[in-house]
């Protein structure tokens, strides 16, 4: 494990030398990340070049791995992919925190250390597909018996088809149906 950055913290006197890299894992804590329905299932891997950005900012330049597993919004199938994030993140003392946009973020002036782990957070969050699937034909689930429809077919779409006919036989309405019932009146009597 690599020294002098932990956990996402980084202490500002360390800039002084000079750019700082770092490269490691942030464990996969649930309390730290927080995804929604994204599990992390592994720490995620961290490479990153923290730098000054103008009077008293920082720049964090560099790259998440993270291993997660989601759900196939159509299938509900799980999926487990390692997403990837691009980083390019700049914290600025002179804004508030309502003058952040995407990779600027507020830096409270007085702070003695930052930590990262939040924005690294919001950048994972924005990375994760907002519509996952598990391939991108996936063909879902049957509404009707729930079958896993890449793993075959089931008797429902036979019924689905079969409604696309019913409006033909209600335009031709010449199936054994319509002649069945007419003439069964021998019961008076
Ligand atoms: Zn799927
Ligand atoms: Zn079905």
Same mark, same amino acid.
């Given at each position: 494990?690599?020294?002098?950055?932990?956990? !996402?913290?980084?202490?500002? /006197?360390?800039?002084?030398?000079?750019?700082?890299?770092?490269?490691?894992?942030?464990? +996969? /804590?649930?309390?730290?990340?927080?995804?929604?329905?994204?599990?992390?299932?592994?720490?995620?891997? +961290?490479?990153?070049?923290? =730098?000054?950005?103008?009077?008293?900012?920082?720049? %964090?330049? !560099?790259?998440?791995?993270?291993?997660?597993?989601?759900?196939? $919004?159509?299938?509900?199938?799980?999926? %487990?992919?390692?997403?990837?994030?691009?980083?390019?993140?700049?914290?600025?003392?002179?804004?508030?925190?309502?003058?952040?946009? #995407?990779?600027?973020?507020?830096? /409270?002036? =007085?702070?003695? #250390?930052? /930590?990262?782990?939040?924005?690294?957070?919001?950048?994972?969050?924005?990375?994760?597909?907002?519509?996952?699937?598990?391939?991108?034909?996936?063909?879902?689930?049957?509404?009707?018996?729930?079958?896993?429809?890449?793993?075959?077919?089931? =008797?429902? $779409?036979?019924?689905?088809?079969?409604?696309?006919?019913? %409006?033909?036989?209600?335009?031709?309405?010449?199936?054994?149906?319509?002649?069945? !019932?007419? !003439?069964?009146?021998?019961?008076?009597?």
């Amino acid at each position: 494990m690599n020294k002098g950055f932990p956990a !996402g913290m980084l202490a500002f /006197d360390r800039l002084e030398a000079g750019p700082v890299e770092w490269s490691g894992r942030l464990p +996969a /804590d649930p309390s730290m990340w927080d995804l929604g329905d994204v599990a992390l299932i592994d720490a995620v891997e +961290a490479d990153l070049n923290v =730098d000054a950005f103008t009077e008293g900012g920082v720049r %964090v330049q !560099g790259r998440l791995g993270a291993p997660v597993e989601m759900q196939c $919004r159509r299938c509900l199938d799980r999926i %487990v992919r390692k997403v990837e994030v691009d980083l390019d993140l700049r914290f600025d003392p002179d804004i508030g925190p309502e003058d952040e946009t #995407e990779g600027l973020y507020a830096l /409270d002036p =007085d702070a003695a #250390e930052l /930590d990262l782990l939040p924005a690294l957070r919001e950048e994972l969050l924005l990375a994760l597909p907002a519509f996952p699937l598990c391939t991108a034909d996936c063909k879902g689930i049957c509404p009707t018996c729930g079958t896993n429809l890449n793993e075959g077919d089931c =008797d429902c $779409r036979v019924d689905a088809a079969d409604s696309r006919w019913d %409006v033909l036989r209600q335009r031709f309405p010449q199936h054994p149906d319509a002649a069945e !019932g007419a !003439g069964s009146g021998s019961d008076d009597g």
